[in-house]
């Protein structure tokens, strides 16, 4: 098992700056590619930015390409989003997920993704 938990959250005005984190326990923490996934009410939930295992690969989706980073501190077990340029449409639940992966590559299936948080609200005021 691996237990996440992701953090910061919060209220911005558009044209602000948040940092998610999420850490992760339990095993191997390089073992694992990770995932920044998002959901807004009403809608599926859409990837947002990957990582592989040594931060080689990342990955992000068009509507946040430029804006947005995701990194990985693996000595902390740590995952970031830092989240530059806040629209009103990022306004969505942001959770982290882990995908076990044997080799260094991201991982694109959404299905692949073992564990995850429980979600941390974003909310972008215009």
């Known amino acids: 098992q691996v237990q996440l938990v992701e953090s910061g959250g919060g209220l911005v005005q558009a044209g602000g700056s948040l940092r998610l984190s999420c850490a992760a326990s339990g095993r191997t923490f390089t073992n694992y590619a990770m995932a920044w996934f998002r959901q807004a009410p009403g809608k599926e939930r859409e990837k947002v930015a990957l990582?592989?295992?040594?931060?080689?690969?990342?990955y992000y989706a068009d509507s946040v390409k430029g804006r947005f980073t995701i990194s990985r501190d693996n000595a902390k077990n740590t995952v970031y989003l830092q989240m530059n340029s806040l629209k009103p449409e990022d306004t969505a639940v942001y959770y982290c997920?882990?995908?076990?992966?044997?080799?260094?590559?991201?991982?694109?299936?959404?299905?692949?993704?073992?564990?995850w948080g429980q979600g941390t609200q974003v909310t972008v005021s215009s």
């Open positions: 990582i592989s295992r040594s931060a080689v690969v990342t």
């Open positions: 997920a882990a995908a076990a992966s044997s080799t260094e590559g991201v991982v694109t299936n959404y299905k692949m993704y073992a564990f």
